[in-house]
């Protein structure tokens, strides 16, 4: 039985005439206003494209897209890896390995940033764009997208998941207003399929706004073709059923040691990474629920309402199963939070032009709120490198074994190597199979729960874990110094002999094995340069460390731990007003406040020892 608003079909927010969230007509913006608002949006949507993180998995989707340009196939089996060789590779996220390595070999490595900023900004843009035709208003939808945003930050990887938020948003910008254009949602789901798992969470939301489409009557004719078509299209993938089957049955598997991967935790548990605005945006959740079903929006859109809610909630249980899917509900929740937003505005506006008639100027304040969003988002902007200097930062490129491997290339070093789970992928890139693997980022699409057991073993020094690393046949292990403790007692078992180390990186040969010998060494480079400016500071040779570190920083200026070591040089030197101007310049190369603080505080300690 339908409810009494199903007699009266109110028209799709796509077709109807535009209105504020308190239902009063949305006056139209000039233009000059509407295009300060998206200059405002594209400068804070970029703003929050600056997350610092360790993007280990950038790495393998960078070589996995090189072998299947040179492999010529879509028949995947694992190429890197010494224990699944030629394993069956699930791989949902071949097309946007290809178009990586596509763009890194036309453009270089370097500018797969714009890649990002630009994926990034164009899902937030197309949510603004949906924001302000749900809310009816510039300002609420800015603030929404903006909690949006800001909720997800610190998830914003180099990586495929960015393309699964632009295919949520894209699916929603769709459906939500029922969109004459939803024969193109079949299309999208065949694009989106073959670039991240993700998709999945695509047909749950068509599957959501049509069902509630159906209950008020608003469902279009074409709903149930245009729904087996999108399920359809999802087949026609590299991975065939498995593309839609497997991610299923990992997300139901609750003991699966995969699950507790850093990124697949729930957020309440500790580790990993962490949005301090995530517990916020639950309260807000909930209040955007009783604004927008207590002030009236729910009577006036009931079918938009609803979805939304059913959106937010299902989006909300993902998140608090894995942190991985906190963006995913930030912006779901502004789904809610940019009609609720309007309704408090309207409310608010009569009752400040009664108590200060003086600030009741509406031409003023539709041009001062874009305004005001453009400084904000440019300020936030505009400390940050907008090139491919970012690169280095984005990525944290300078934590992985960057000059170990150049000692490999060099020397033409090859075999198996047990190494660090999120260095896997790079020693891949870098030496293009060469050097085959323990594992690396792909559990659960390549390595079984045993490899990853075994592994884990090693990282965490349980019992027999060297003999997991002997029995496994491995040549070499490369290992962090930042864990030096399997480096420690693999040397003290004597089966293990040094072959190279430094600030990052060692990298052990077996004691039977013959050893390369001499070993080249690597060609000059800035990575060079700042290994031999940190064996310097180790030896107190701090005028030698001085040069090597200024050298690195004429060859790569925005090589940054080579800046932080040259001001620490000076600190040891006893010259700490130099150290801190040094620090001053570090900043201007990606700013890190924090982290300014915390190394101009050991300087004047004078405690010695390097940054970290």
Request: aromatic share 12%; with cysteine.
């Amino acid at each position: 039985m339908r409810n009494e608003s199903a007699k009266k079909k109110p028209a799709p927010p796509s077709r109807a005439t535009p209105r504020s969230a308190g239902g009063w007509p949305a006056s139209p913006a000039p233009r000059s206003v509407s295009l300060l608002w998206w200059l405002a949006v594209i400068l804070t949507c970029w703003s929050f494209g600056f997350t610092t993180m360790q993007g280990s998995d950038l790495w393998w989707h960078l070589a996995g897209g090189r072998w299947i340009a040179h492999a010529r196939t879509l028949d995947f089996t694992d190429p890197f890896s010494f224990t699944c060789h030629g394993r069956p590779w699930f791989h949902p996220e071949w097309l946007t390995d290809v178009i990586l390595h596509a763009w890194a070999k036309l453009l270089g490595a370097a500018s797969l940033v714009w890649w990002k900023w630009g994926v990034l900004v164009a899902t937030f843009a197309l949510l603004f764009r949906l924001l302000r035709q749900i809310s009816g208003g510039s300002a609420s939808a800015y603030l929404a997208m903006l909690a949006a945003i800001a909720v997800g930050a610190p998830f914003f990887d180099l990586r495929p998941q960015l393309h699964t938020f632009l295919g949520f948003v894209v699916i929603l910008s769709l459906v939500l207003p029922l969109s004459r254009r939803l024969w193109v949602l079949p299309l999208v789901f065949m694009l989106w399929a073959n670039l991240h798992s993700g998709f999945m969470l695509g047909l749950f939301t068509i599957v959501i706004v049509l069902a509630v489409s159906f209950f008020y009557g608003e469902a279009p004719r074409s709903a149930a073709g245009i729904g087996l078509a999108c399920l359809l299209a999802c087949f026609v993938n590299g991975n065939g059923s498995d593309a839609l089957l497997l991610p299923i049955q990992f997300a139901r598997d609750s003991h699966s040691p995969f699950l507790r991967v850093a990124e697949w935790l729930p957020p309440y548990e500790p580790g990993g990474i962490r949005s301090s605005l995530y517990y916020p945006s639950i309260a807000v959740f909930v209040m955007s629920v009783a604004i927008v079903l207590r002030l009236g929006t729910y009577r006036r859109q009931p079918r938009l309402t609803l979805s939304c809610v059913a959106i937010g909630l299902v989006t909300l249980v993902m998140s608090m199963r894995s942190r991985r899917f906190i963006p995913l509900f930030g912006i779901s929740q502004s789904l809610l939070l940019a009609p609720a937003l309007a309704v408090v505005f309207s409310w608010l506006h009569p009752r400040m032009a009664r108590a200060l008639p003086r600030l009741d100027r509406p031409r003023v304040w539709q041009i001062a709120l874009p305004v005001v969003a453009v400084v904000w988002g440019g300020l936030r902007l505009f400390p940050y490198p907008l090139s491919g200097n970012a690169f280095l930062y984005l990525t944290s490129l300078d934590s992985f074994p960057v000059e170990a491997m150049n000692l490999v290339e060099v020397n033409h070093i090859e075999g198996k190597v047990f190494t660090l789970y999120n260095w896997g992928g790079y020693v891949e890139l870098r030496t293009e199979g060469r050097l085959q693997v323990f594992i690396d980022g792909r559990a659960g699409m390549v390595f079984d729960e045993k490899t990853y057991r075994q592994y884990l073993r090693v990282l965490n020094l349980h019992d027999g874990w060297e003999d997991v690393i002997w029995d496994s046949g491995a040549d070499f292990v490369l290992w962090p110094r930042r864990e030096p403790k399997q480096i420690e007692q693999l040397r003290k078992s004597e089966r293990w002999l040094p072959l190279y180390s430094d600030h990052v990186a060692t990298l052990l040969i077996r004691a039977d094995r013959p050893p390369p010998r001499p070993l080249l060494p690597t060609p000059d480079s800035p990575w060079r340069d700042l290994t031999l400016g940190w064996s310097a500071s180790r030896a107190h040779e701090y005028a030698t460390a001085e040069a090597d570190f200024e050298r690195a920083l004429h060859g790569m200026p925005s090589l940054r731990p080579a800046c932080e070591w040259l001001a620490n040089a000076r600190a040891q030197s006893g010259r700490l007003a130099e150290a801190e101007a040094t620090l001053n310049h570090c900043q201007r190369m990606f700013p890190d406040s924090a982290r300014r603080k915390q190394l101009l505080a050991l300087f004047k300690s004078r405690s010695g020892g390097l940054p970290p």
